[in-house]
Nanobody, 115 residues
Framework: QVQLVESGGGLVQPGGSVRLSCAASGFTFSNYWMTWVRQTPGKGLEWIST????????YSRASVKGRFTISRDNVKNILYLQMNSLESEDTAVYYCNKNPAYNTWGQGTQVTVSS
């Protein structure tokens, strides 16, 4: 029933920007904290950022602070990740999920940062 559909990724040059979207359905979106994680072959699964129910509280890993911004639209049931000043190290498949248990996963969206 839970569906998470990530989109917005693609090939981006270093220093560029992209906004990822996560369309959520099958649950009461506004009742859940939401999280972005990313997957790379070398580093595995890595937590990126988390946002609370209403969007007024966020947490991010140090390596993306000042560059990535998590946000949510509780009317449209969409989670966003605005990514600026992208680096090659940001290349990964990005996934969204709802807290606390990541029982259902979307297909992810590939972000490739390369010149």
């Amino acid at each position: 029933q839970v569906q998470l559909v990530e989109s917005g990724g693609g090939l981006v040059q270093p220093g560029g920007s992209v906004r990822l979207s996560c369309a959520a359905s099958g649950f009461t979106f506004s009742n859940y904290w939401m999280t972005w994680v990313r997957q790379t072959p070398g580093k595995g699964l890595e937590w990126i950022s988390t946002i609370n129910f209403g969007g007024d509280t966020t947490y991010s890993r140090a390596s993306v602070k000042g560059r990535f911004t998590i946000s949510r639209d509780n009317v449209k049931n969409i989670l966003y990740l605005q990514m600026n000043s992208l680096e090659s190290e940001d290349t990964a498949v990005y996934y969204c999920n709802k807290n606390p248990a990541y029982n259902t996963w979307g297909q992810g969206t590939q972000v490739t940062v390369s010149s």
